[in-house]
């Protein structure tokens, strides 16, 4: 942890760094995807000197994501730990993206129009029904509707459609659109990005003055940047350099659709043979589709068989989609944990940090993580709901 008394005020603007790439920074945040870059922003407008490290900042599972702010309907039977997650990350976006919008100057299309979960047979509606009821057990907002009128919410959806429910208060944002506007905001608060891999986590031999602390991190060009501390975000990849870690990558392969603006107006998402597949709309037109979940390790082909799976998916749910524009075939790395929790927290050693594993859920959830690293950097109050993503929890 950090010396609170080296912490100023919230200015946003405050920098005051000074450090150069050998003198040293507060914090190095390992990985340059929504969850880095948001730890590495909130932590800088807290006045700490801060570089990001990264290969290709934004480019990874981010960029491809869809940017579902989804805990309502993504909920599942078993994880109400996750959801309560879910639902305090989306409680922060409001602010997260009027503070984010307005250091970047860049609008985030954040859409809160909800998900529509759409069922066509009867199997399909009863489970549905199933799983209404059980989210208001949980005291979450659904309704019910027939296929009329999930019809007239999306006149694109098929004439099979026999019901859905929506759930109004889902969200969901450009993900490309946050990762800029976190680039620009980051710098803007005085944040220096540090293109190049890191190999390893360097202790003590670069001079760390009290030999406990991680010293800084190590990278493939054999330079040292050092730190106080440290903040593995490297998503799939973070188990590279905290070794035990149980994340591992669960490819998806996901499609982008360009059509005319106003083609769907809210995420659409259904069971077709048995896979959930979703449309998410963009106020340009764009639709992203996904997405397989493929157990394949770093496997990054897109394939025949993932792209045909997806088109025919999303044509059962919107037949019109055939019409349009096939604008991008991309793959991506979830980073899964055991129980589908992030690991949030001191990470072995002492400055070292994870804000990793987020799954299916990046992007909904990196406002309450860097709220809980900014805490556990600064000896801070970390959120209660983020107690169950404790790192160590599997070895215990
Ligand atoms: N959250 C959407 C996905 O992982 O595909």
């Not at 002492?350 to 990046?362: D, S």
Request: hydrophobic residues 40%.
């Amino acid at each position: 942890m950090l010396d609170p008394r080296r912490v100023r005020a919230e200015t946003g603007r405050e920098t005051g760094h000074g450090t150069g790439y050998g003198s040293g920074y507060d914090v190095v945040v390992v990985g340059g995807g929504v969850v880095g870059l948001s730890v590495a922003w909130r932590t800088a407008r807290r006045g700490l000197s801060v570089a990001v490290v990264d290969p290709a900042p934004g480019g990874g599972a981010t960029h491809v994501s869809a940017g579902m702010l989804a805990p309502v309907s993504e909920v599942t039977y078993t994880e109400e730990p996750l959801l309560r997650l879910g639902l305090a990350s989306l409680a922060g976006w409001p602010s997260f993206r009027a503070e984010l919008e307005d250091e970047s100057g860049a609008a985030l299309d954040y859409r809160t129009d909800g998900t529509l979960d759409i069922a066509y047979g009867a199997d399909d509606m009863a489970y549905l029904d199933e799983l209404a009821a059980f989210e208001k057990t949980l005291g979450l907002r659904v309704e019910r509707l027939t296929g009329r009128e999930c019809r007239a919410f999306e006149p694109m959806l098929s004439p099979s459609v026999r019901g859905g429910l929506l759930a109004r208060d889902d969200a969901w944002v450009n993900p490309r659109r946050v990762l800029r506007a976190l680039l620009t905001s980051f710098e803007k608060a005085g944040g220096t990005l540090l293109p190049g891999r890191v190999t390893a986590l360097d202790a003590d031999s670069d001079g760390d003055a009290d030999g406990d602390r991680p010293g800084g991190v190590r990278l493939a060009s054999g330079e040292v940047v050092r730190a106080t501390s440290v903040v593995v975000a490297a998503g799939s990849w973070s188990p590279s350099l905290l070794p035990g870690l149980p994340v591992r990558p669960i490819k998806g392969q996901i499609l982008r659709l360009r059509g005319p603006e106003g083609f769907l107006t809210r995420c659409v998402r259904g069971l077709v043979h048995g896979s959930p597949a979703y449309l998410v709309p963009r106020g340009d037109g764009e639709i992203t589709v996904g997405a397989t979940v493929e157990e394949l390790g770093f496997d990054g082909r897109v394939t025949a068989g993932g792209v045909y799976e997806l088109l025919r998916d999303a044509r059962e749910l919107v037949p019109g989609i055939t019409e349009l524009a096939l604008t991008e075939t991309a793959v991506g790395f979830r980073p899964g944990t055991p129980d589908n929790l992030p690991l949030i927290g001191p990470a072995g050693s002492p400055g070292v940090f994870a804000a990793t594993g987020h799954h299916r859920a990046g992007v909904l959830l990196a406002p309450i993580t860097a709220e809980a690293v900014v805490a556990f950097l600064t000896g801070g109050e970390v959120p209660d709901v983020v107690k169950s993503c404790d790192p160590g929890r599997f070895s215990r």
